[in-house]
């Protein structure tokens, strides 16, 4: 995006030429393209649209047309539902979203999609909001996972709901209830034990011994099965308290740790089945009625149940048995079991292995073997490729001398229990699996903040061995000064229940301290109760540098400003006290000489800050272009030290020079090699007291110059010499401020000497110990051709008017007082001028008078001055009149316009007084001045 922007045609975006656009602007815009985020920045009336290379996604087919267009125009379809947002950001008030949805025009269709998104006001040169900035990131996918999760959570619960069996989860030491389903509701006769203990759930319920079991449990880990466990349920007020006979299994729940967190209850209510048993042992005096109430209890049993005789031949099984089996044929033996097919399904080594006869309860039974009890896969007669999941339980029938005499089994088709179970940790398997494919550190623990769980991307991150940081481990990882504040901010979070935020630098796998965004939140239950908190932990460090650097550049533009106002204050001060004598009309001949030197002189100075500013900016965009010849070092420095003689001689300073034998060739631009070395003695001379020392020192290798600049003035530190060739940076100022300048001299030093392909280094001991800058340029090993700029020829000449000793000069300026001050010099040059301080009257006087020479100012009022360059060439008799720009734009930019609106010349104001008499001098004399521009 970087190379597209600079490509790319600003004529026809409300921003303008990238040149043109304000330091606010540029620095957020870099900061923008070097961000990995998706990032745009919306700026001006139009709120024209910039954006870096991640921003390209969400922007798809809107690419590269979108660049420089308003936002609205580019995102017109949701319109409606940005703009009070961003109204609100350019109001001054940040905004923040989290997994705002937004209809989006994608690939020739309309769809939702989701982003997590920020636009923070940007403040443009006048202080005021001129644009936002938004960082955003797309999370449709994390938010359709998410939609995707609940919906198969939901089926999951409905499944667990429906059961028939009944189910319920009890968490932590004092088993609080998690879940119940309504069959356990039912069982336990009352709908409100979601959140309470189980000892809370039924009146009595301690003194039946289940607590004591689920302690056992709990503390062993070990499941418990129970039949036929007899409990006592309380009824509504006035009703007598029911017995209830229940299978039970206590099965324990553990966490990643190993550690049993909580149980799974699921039983089924054989009350009935009890009660039937209790009644066929009262019954043994009647065979008949035995018989009658046995066949009762299996035609009622909801479990298949098969009585068979001691060679485990059926003597009687129960419709539910036909309906589980379907239409089995009647085995004669334990042999004719082969018949069935069964698998075992228990999650042993023998898991999948196919029953053999005698594996099989019922034939178990039949050896002496007490209340098998098997978990059963099998395949229903008449029904190929169906499977079932049974409990497959049996128990040997024994006559009054405890000889066994047959057995009988009950079989309960568990199916649907399995599913769910198996649903249930195919979900646990999926969240885990989306929490490490996030690219977010994600983390859990317990509602006392026990961390117990981190995903992938945690151990990825630190680099710390698995199950490291369980605990309390994870606070070691944090930087030793944010762990109090760390700590402080999860005690309150843990104690009020308020969300957990905070920014804190993390230990990474490479041992650096990075910024981290931290952030949790609380899990609640139906009753408000804190079960679970989640928490991620988002990797901020580019952001958190790029605002500190936001920071230091906005302190070193003010410290800029107020070093620019007070170097423009100093020479403005002696111009408007000369102003002022020279309104008295008090002052004799010698007087007026000297305020004509004290004006020219302070001009000067002006114009010098003025150079150093466009030098800078030239330097910074790479608008430099250097005119290369082969320069003897020698006469660069003696060129550099005639510059700075005066402020030497000023301060009575000592400058050694130490310059190697022979020629020190190198090919460069002369003037701004001079520049170089004129700026760092400069420096080196406003730093070291008077009476000082200066060392200059010239020495050559083979391929390389190099020139050393030593002083024993006032020194740098170790802070100041690393960002001492940063824009606007100075070492301390004194309180008249006669020491510094702009803080604009070393940057552009560095970027001139870059250009020819050599480098530089700053050394200083420590303040009061002086300071060293060493220059590094290639030496050329010997005299190349000279391929030096282009002569001109009279080929080139300009058509002037004839040669006269006074011409006709028309000078235009919408400011009164220096068209007419630059009038009165061109007139006492004696030359015929005309003032005009309006386009229009400017044309009315060229058509009249002709002039032979035009002064233009560029911004005129209601015409700029191209355009009445253009207009004043169409005058007839006006085609070869000499057009000149006196201007404060003196650009590139600026100077290409003018020649391409006509003018022939160019100069920029301040004019020199000298170069435009020399100027009219030639032109008088009908010759092109080679000089067009200051």
């Not at 449709?140 to 667990?160: G, P």
């Not at 009647?286 to 149940?305: D, R």
């Not at 060229?846 to 005058?875: S, W």
Request: aromatic residues 8%; proline residues 5%; negative net charge.
């Amino acid at each position: 995006m970087q190379t597209q922007m600079r490509a790319h045609d600003w004529s026809t975006s409300g921003l303008g030429s990238p040149a043109s656009w304000p330091q606010s602007l540029k620095t957020v815009a870099g900061l923008m393209l070097h961000c990995r985020t998706p990032v745009f920045l919306a700026w001006g009336p139009e709120l024209s649209l910039l954006y870096n290379d991640a921003y390209l996604d969400i922007l798809g087919e809107r690419h590269p047309a979108a660049l420089g267009r308003p936002l609205y125009e580019v995102w017109a379809e949701i319109r409606a539902e940005i703009e009070p947002l961003v109204n609100q950001a350019l109001s001054g008030e940040p905004v923040y979203f989290e997994d705002a949805v937004f209809t989006l025009r994608r690939k020739g269709a309309d769809e939702q999609a989701w982003f997590s998104f920020s636009y923070a006001p940007v403040d443009g040169p006048d202080g005021t909001v001129a644009g936002l900035y938004c960082n955003l990131t797309e999370t449709t996918a994390k938010v359709l996972a998410e939609k995707n999760r609940q919906a198969e959570t939901r089926r999951l619960y409905s499944l667990f709901e429906q059961a028939p069996s009944f189910m319920a989860v009890v968490h932590g030491s004092s088993h609080v209830y998690e879940l119940a389903n309504s069959a356990y509701l039912r069982l336990a006769g009352r709908q409100d034990l979601v959140g309470k203990t189980f000892r809370e759930a039924v009146q009595g319920i301690e003194d039946q011994g289940y607590v004591a079991l689920l302690d056992q449990v709990y503390a062993t880990g070990q499941p418990f099965i129970g039949n036929r466990m007899p409990v006592i349920i309380s009824q509504p007020a006035g009703e007598p308290l029911e017995q209830h006979f229940v299978d039970f299994i206590f099965q324990p729940i553990t966490g990643p740790d190993g550690i049993v967190n909580g149980i799974f209850i699921e039983g089924n209510d054989v009350t009935e089945h009890v009660r039937t048993e209790d009644a066929l042992r009262e019954s043994k005096r009647s065979a008949l009625e035995t018989a009658q109430q046995l066949n009762a209890l299996l035609q009622a049993a909801p479990v298949a149940i098969v009585m068979a005789d001691m060679h485990g031949k059926p003597l009687r099984f129960n419709p539910a048995s036909r309906q589980l089996w379907g239409d089995h044929p009647a085995s004669e033996s334990i042999a004719g079991y082969a018949e069935r097919k069964g698998w075992w399904a228990d999650g042993s080594a023998r898991h999948g292995r196919q029953l053999e006869a005698h594996e099989w309860a019922l034939a178990r039974a039949l050896q002496g073997e007490e209340a098998p009890r098997d978990t059963v896969e099998i395949e229903p007669f008449g029904e190929p490729g169906v499977r079932r999941t049974i409990l497959n339980c049996g128990a040997p029938v024994r006559n009054i001398d405890g000889e066994i005499i047959g057995s009988v089994i009950a079989q309960m088709d568990i199916s649907d229990r399995v599913k769910v179970e198996a649903a249930l940790r195919e979900t646990v398997t999926q969240y885990r699996t989306i929490a490490n494919a996030i690219p977010q550190i994600v983390w859990a623990t317990r509602p006392d903040g026990y961390h117990d769980y981190f995903n992938q991307q945690w151990y990825d991150y630190t680099g710390v061995p698995k199950d490291s940081t369980v605990g309390e481990g994870w606070k070691k990882l944090f930087y030793l000064e944010d762990q109090l504040q760390a700590a402080k901010n999860w005690r309150h979070s843990l104690a009020t229940g308020e969300p957990y935020e905070i920014e804190y630098r993390l230990r990474h796998h490479s041992g650096q301290y990075r910024w981290n965004l931290g952030r949790a939140l609380p899990i609640r239950n139906e009753q408000g109760a804190i079960v679970r908190w989640m928490g991620t932990c988002t990797d901020i460090h580019e952001q958190k540098l790029a605002q500190e650097a936001l920071l230091q550049a906005d302190r070193l533009k003010d410290e800029f400003l107020a070093m620019l106002a007070h170097e423009l204050r100093n020479p403005l001060a002696p111009i408007a006290t000369a102003a002022h004598l020279l309104s008295t009309g008090t002052l004799d001949p010698e007087g007026l000489s000297r305020l004509s030197e004290v004006i020219s002189r302070q001009t000067r100075h002006m114009t010098r800050l003025i150079d150093d500013l466009l030098d800078v900016s030239r330097v910074t965009w790479g608008q430099v272009t250097l005119d290369k010849n082969p320069l003897d070092m020698k006469s660069l420095v003696t060129e550099a030290v005639e510059q700075v003689r005066p402020l030497l001689q000023a301060k009575a300073q000592h400058l050694d020079i130490q310059l190697s034998p022979g020629r020190s060739l190198v090919s460069g631009d002369r003037m701004r090699l001079v520049q170089v070395l004129a700026n760092v003695l400069n420096n080196a001379v406003k730093y070291t007291p008077d009476g000082g020392r200066i060392t200059l020192r010239v020495v050559e290798d083979d391929s390389h110059l190099t020139v050393c600049v030593r002083d024993n003035g006032i020194g740098m530190s170790r802070e100041l010499l690393a960002i001492a060739f940063e824009l606007f940076t100075q070492g301390e100022r004194t309180s008249d401020r006669t020491q510094g300048g702009l803080g604009i001299g070393l940057a552009l030093v560095q970027s001139l000497v870059h250009l020819h392909g050599g480098t530089v280094r700053l050394h200083s001991e420590g303040a009061g110990l002086g300071s060293e800058l060493t220059m590094v340029l290639p030496r050329l090993p010997r005299l190349p051709q000279d391929d030096g700029p282009r002569r001109f020829d009279a080929g080139d000449a300009l058509a002037l008017p004839p040669a006269r000793e006074s011409l006709r000069v028309m000078v235009v300026d919408d400011n009164v007082d220096a068209a007419r001050l630059l009038g009165m010099f061109v007139e006492l040059l004696g030359h015929e001028v005309f003032v005009q301080f309006h386009p229009a009257s400017a044309i009315e006087c060229a058509h009249q008078v002709q002039p032979d020479i035009c002064l233009l100012d560029i911004g005129l009022p209601d015409m700029d001055g191209y355009t009445l360059a253009r207009q004043l060439h169409r005058i007839p008799g006006m085609e070869n009149t000499v057009l000149a720009a006196v201007t404060g734009y003196s650009q590139p930019r600026d100077k290409q316009a003018a020649f391409a609106a006509g003018f022939n010349f160019h100069f920029a104001k301040p004019i020199s007084a000298q170069q435009l008499e020399s100027w009219l001098a030639d032109v008088t004399r009908g010759r092109e001045s080679l000089s067009t521009s200051p």
